[in-house]
């Protein structure tokens, strides 16, 4: 499944949040996050917006050029 960015349309092979574990539900690389209930997010719902920060500070995306204020992150699934 291929993710793609809503605003610039940069893809990627996989959501590359899943790249780094998640800070928040400690989901491992790869894993999907989890609820405090212990079940998966629901797919639109997606990754912990701290994974997403952690993958933007290895490196692994960067913020869109087509930004809007806080909403810097903006991984659609294609």
């Known amino acids: 499944m291929t993710v793609s960015c809503d605003r610039c349309g940069e893809t990627w092979p996989r959501d590359p949040a899943l790249e780094v574990p998640c800070p928040v539900c400690r989901a491992g690389v790869g894993g999907p996050c989890r609820k ?12 912990h917006p701290e994974r997403d920060r952690a993958a933007l500070d290895a490196g692994l995306i960067r913020k869109c050029p087509g ?12």
């Open 67 to 78: 930004g809007a204020g806080d909403r810097q992150l903006a991984l659609g699934l294609a």
């Open 36 to 47: 405090p209930s212990g079940h998966n997010r629901w797919k639109y719902e997606g990754v």
